[in-house]
């Protein structure tokens, strides 16, 4: 089974712009999760869709928004980009079989904001 | 809120030495997770505990979950170079759907 994919995985962008970065889950996970991750708050929860829709939602601003497709892929957009974006973007997919709690990630995307 | 102290932060050791990380909590958990990551790439799933008291074995990897759910820890025997990168822990917990809790991370270099 294909693992979780994301692309793209690097993206240099300017303060002001906006930018939108893509996941596929592993075949057959309905739930997608998404993590900011940097040095000096680790990794932190921005919000899960299963289903097409969002059920849980971290602390982060309106500006990170999401949304999830009908075959499960999922999106995420930051708007009006600050320097302290600057992160790696993880998402996370999981299943039903197993423990439906155990999240699988993927490579990230590596964001630098000048 | 719920929060995962892990511990230590930082850990550099020798080839062949044993270690053990922490991870605790004031929170119960109903499942946890440990991962590795290594730099530039996202965290790779070593093994999920779901049971109070289960210990799980994954060569020379030994996970244990506590009797109350609130903690757990990873004990590396005759660690390798190979074992070098950051490992995590992440609760999960009941309704909060598709979010883990992460610990601060243990930075872990074995040298040869």
């Known amino acids: 089974k294909a693992g979780v994919t994301q692309t793209p995985r690097y993206l240099i962008k300017t303060r002001g712009q906006q930018v939108t970065l893509s996941c596929s889950p592993i075949?057959?996970?309905?739930?997608v999760s998404w993590y900011q991750q940097t040095p000096g708050q680790g990794l932190q929860f921005l919000f899960e869709?299963?289903?097409?829709?969002?059920?849980n939602k971290g602390n982060f601003p309106g500006r990170f928004s999401g949304r999830q497709f009908s075959n499960s892929r999922s999106e995420m957009n930051v708007s009006t980009l600050e320097l302290g974006d600057s992160a790696l973007y993880l998402c996370?997919?999981?299943?039903?079989?197993?423990?439906?709690?155990?999240?699988?990630f993927g490579p990230g995307t590596r964001l630098l904001v000048l | 809120t719920q929060l995962l102290e892990q511990s230590p932060q930082f850990l550099s050791i020798q080839e062949g030495e044993n270690l053990t990380v922490y991870c605790n909590s004031s929170?119960?958990?109903?499942?946890l997770q440990w991962y590795r990551q290594e730099p530039g790439e996202g965290p790779v799933l070593l093994v999920t505990?779901?049971?109070?008291?289960e210990v799980k074995k994954l060569k020379r990897l030994t996970f244990q979950f506590g009797d109350a759910r609130k903690d757990s820890s990873l004990h590396i025997t005759a660690a390798q170079p190979g074992d070098t990168g950051l490992y995590l822990c992440?609760?999960?917990?009941?309704?909060?759907?598709?979010?883990?809790?992460f610990g601060q991370g243990t930075i872990l270099t074995v040298h040869p």
């Open positions: 996370a997919s999981s299943g039903t079989s197993g423990s439906r709690e155990t999240q699988y």
């Open positions: 075949s057959g996970h309905r739930s």
């Open positions: 869709y299963f289903s097409e829709t969002q059920r």
């Open positions: 929170s119960v958990f109903s499942s």
């Open positions: 505990v779901v049971t109070g008291g």
């Open positions: 992440a609760g999960a917990g009941g309704t909060s759907y598709g979010k883990l809790t």
